[in-house]
């Protein structure tokens, strides 16, 4: 009879010991986040906008500010006590949001129209100009570019993969650099105890988004942009924070009806105010945060699970993405051809 294989217990046992230590460790971590989640979003008290000068004359700028999620940083951050500075293309509705804040919220406004889409020394100028005598304390850098519609990247137009890297990334890191020395001035000048400086990102940076590469990649870009720059500015007392969203009621996203995991920009807005620095469901990266709860939870479940740089979460976001252009591009034939009858 063949001798039966010997086993080294004690080998076998430390195996165990370390597997379930790893384990445990592993389980500890990820409670230990999601209890933070819940208490950095439903425990904590809203963050108080007085260290960032409201009620002290000081300013916001909020670019994209005439809809969606930038209007509503305008109102939200005028109901705290900033006077707002606001910036889009189009005059006459900047007048009117300017001039609803003004009446509502007993602050004052500063209108700027202006295309972000120009990198031109005069669009500098223009805003340099609009800011620079204005003790800012605060910069929203909203303003925000994707596809018309989920597109191979080789079949998207050059006029629209220019405009997003520009609007999205160029503008934003030289209109940063303009605020920064103004910033500083304010804090100087004692209108704001800290500076504070928000980049609007979004989740196709968080997850890598076929077919909508471009503002995928653009997005993703904001990710070590903020975090360097916050540890860049910390001794300046300027915080600067990536805001992380999934999908919000606007004309960006095209949809209309809000859901569970889709708020209107009101209730994602109050979401981000309220929890202004801190993770929520961006547990796992600093100087950012994913306010709203249910794109908090979406977000720790992606990162404790596949993980976001899964090629399985890719995949799946690809089918996605091919059914929406399916769809698009069935809607743009009916429309195209009820025009030629
Ligand atoms: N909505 C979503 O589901 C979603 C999800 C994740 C992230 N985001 C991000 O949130 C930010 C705001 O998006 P949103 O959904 O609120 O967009 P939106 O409703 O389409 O509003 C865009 C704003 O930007 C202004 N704007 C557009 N192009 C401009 C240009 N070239 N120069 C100056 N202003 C311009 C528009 O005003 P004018 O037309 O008058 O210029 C408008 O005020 C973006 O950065 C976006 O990437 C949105």
């Known amino acids: 009879m063949p001798a039966l294989p010997t086993f080294d217990c004690k080998l076998i046992t430390g195996v165990v010991y370390a597997a379930t230590a790893i384990g445990l460790f592993k389980l500890a971590s990820m409670t230990y986040s999601f209890l933070s989640l819940i208490t950095s979003l439903f425990l904590l008290p809203p963050v108080d906008f007085k260290v960032y000068g409201a009620k002290k004359g000081a300013w916001a700028v909020v670019t994209g500010a005439s809809e969606g999620i930038g209007q509503e940083f305008a109102k939200q951050l005028a109901s705290r006590g900033l006077n707002i500075v606001l910036i889009s293309r189009t005059q006459s509705k900047l007048e009117q949001i300017a001039t609803d804040i003004e009446t509502k919220y007993k602050v004052q406004t500063k209108v700027v129209a202006a295309d972000c889409s120009k990198n031109t020394p005069e669009l500098y100028a223009l805003l340099s100009r609009a800011i620079e005598e204005l003790p800012v304390s605060v910069l929203i850098n909203n303003v925000g570019r994707s596809h018309e519609g989920p597109v191979p ?49 979004s989740f196709a940076g968080l997850f890598p988004t076929p077919y909508l590469a471009t503002y995928s990649g653009s997005k993703s870009f904001l990710q070590n942009f903020s975090q360097a720059l916050s540890v860049e500015l910390k ?24 859901s569970f995991f889709i ?72 429309q195209k051809e009820a025009k030629a009858e």
């Open 153 to 201: 990247l080789v079949e998207t137009p050059d006029e629209e993969v220019e405009n997003i890297l520009t609007i999205n990334n160029l503008f934003l890191v030289k209109m940063t650099k303009l605020c920064i020395p103004v910033i500083d001035k304010a804090i100087a000048s004692k209108k704001a105890s800290r500076g504070l400086i928000v980049n609007v990102g």
């Open 263 to 334: 708020p209107t920009p009101k209730d994602f807005v109050a979401a981000t105010l309220r929890n202004m620095g801190r993770r929520g469901g961006a547990q796992d990266r600093f100087a950012t945060s994913s306010p709203y709860p249910s794109h908090a939870l979406l977000q720790y479940v992606a990162h404790n699970t596949v993980g976001v740089y899964s090629e399985l979460l890719a995949n799946a976001t690809f089918k996605a993405m091919k059914a929406t252009r399916a769809k698009r591009l069935k809607k743009l034939q009916r």
């Open 235 to 258: 001794s300046q007392k300027i915080d600067v924070e990536l805001v992380l969203a999934y999908f919000v009621t606007t004309a960006l996203s095209a949809i209309r009806r809000s």
